[in-house]
């Protein structure tokens, strides 16, 4: 089980989210995927889908 603090003006509760073993698994692996990105200061390879290149903040200094 997940729980997560909605911190808004709007939405002030707590959400619990049920997660099955290999959500949690992908959950936690994209935690630590970012937290190696900030903290090492790691530049992801470039996507193999090009349409998720109009959303993604590296854009504008992707090497790509």
């Known amino acids: ?10 939405i002030n509760k707590m ?3 049920a ?3 290999l959500l949690k698994k992908r ?3 994209a935690i ?3 937290a190696r990105i900030i ?3 790691y530049f992801p390879g470039p ?3 090009r349409k ?3 959303d993604c903040c590296y854009r504008r200094i992707c090497p790509v």
Do not use: N, Q, W
């Open 1 to 10: 089980t997940l729980h997560l603090d909605m911190p808004s003006p709007s």
């Open 15 to 17: 959400v619990e989210l």
């Open 19 to 21: 997660l099955d073993p």
């Open 27 to 29: 959950a936690i692996k």
């Open 32 to 34: 630590h995927d970012t």
């Open 39 to 41: 903290f090492e200061e």
């Open 47 to 49: 996507t193999s889908t």
């Open 52 to 54: 998720k290149c109009l």
